[in-house]
């Protein structure tokens, strides 16, 4: 079956880095689009960012240009985010998704001192 499982969330201080994962299977990875979206507290979810099956397109919400980097490793099944430059207002649970055909649990990250 379909697993999205993502990681690296935390506790972490303004300015600070984080380089989230989200490992995948039981789908042909390597042919997604992949995406990540987040939820923040209260609020609804916001699509973050997506990366094409070779790595050669991506797109960003264009408030996180910059500051937001996904990248994928398709030998892995993996996807990542890394965001720099922490702030309190990326406090949120992240989610990834293949397509928005199944989306994992998410793994949240608060930024905070």
């Known amino acids: 079956q379909v697993q999205l499982v993502e990681s690296g969330g935390g506790l972490v201080q303004p300015g600070r880095s984080l380089r989230l994962s989200c490992a995948a299977s039981?789908?042909?990875?390597?042919?997604?689009?992949m995406h990540w979206v987040r939820q923040a507290p209260g609020k609804g979810l916001e699509w973050v960012s997506d990366i094409n099956p070779d790595s050669g397109t991506t797109y960003y919400t264009d408030s996180l240009k910059g500051r937001f980097t996904i990248s994928r490793d398709n030998a892995k099944n993996t996807l990542y985010l890394q965001i720099d430059n922490l702030k309190p207002e990326d406090t949120a649970l992240y989610y990834c998704?293949?397509?928005?055909?199944?989306w994992g649990q998410g793994t949240q990250v608060t930024v905070s001192s």
């Open positions: 039981g789908f042909a990875f390597n042919t997604y689009w």
């Open positions: 998704s293949n397509q928005f055909e199944y």
